[in-house]
């Protein structure tokens, strides 16, 4: 099983990365995309902001795909995330994986969101309609450690 593992600054394509993880042996097929939310604790979002060491974090998350591929008796794997500037309601991460029954590719599916957002270096700028901005850090739930940057 060779996974396939993107980073992007263009909008990711959610027929490919599904279509990465076909297969014959396949009963179930799950995919996640994970899409930039208007509101977020109360606060309006402008827009995202994604930068990363890429070749550390295509590394960390090809790791993920084989180390969930040792947990759960998986098909294929395929993680894509996007880096650069995203307005709200754009996709931001995709992950997809097959499995012969869907509670495993259900487990591995959530595992990998989880630890993709814990372990890979991928940081997030919220910036807010108000002009502040603040920087999420992987391994840090959303807005736990965040400078109050004002965005001019």
């Known amino acids: ?27 179930a097929v799950l995919f996640f995309l994970g899409t930039t939310r208007k509101r977020t604790e109360g606060r309006e979002t402008a827009s995202l902001d994604y930068t990363t060491y890429r070749p550390m974090a295509l590394s960390e998350m090809k790791k993920l795909a084989v ?11 395929a993680i894509t995330h996007r880096t650069g500037h995203l307005e709200v309601g754009e996709a931001s991460v995709a992950i997809a994986v097959s499995a012969a029954h869907r509670k495993e590719a259900f487990a591995a599916g959530e595992w990998l969101i989880d630890t993709l957002k814990e372990q890979v270096p991928i940081w997030k700028k919220e910036n807010w309609a108000d002009g502040q901005c603040d920087w999420v850090h992987p391994g840090l739930s959303d807005l736990s450690q965040t400078s109050g940057e004002r965005v001019e």
Not at 14 to 22: G, L, M
Not at 67 to 77: C, D, G, R, S, Y
């Open 1 to 27: 099983m060779s996974p396939l593992i993107q980073l992007t600054d263009k909008p990711i394509d959610s027929a490919a990365v599904i279509e990465a993880v076909a297969a014959d042996e396949a009963g």
């Open 67 to 77: 180390e969930a591929t040792t947990k759960w008796p998986l098909i294929k794997v």
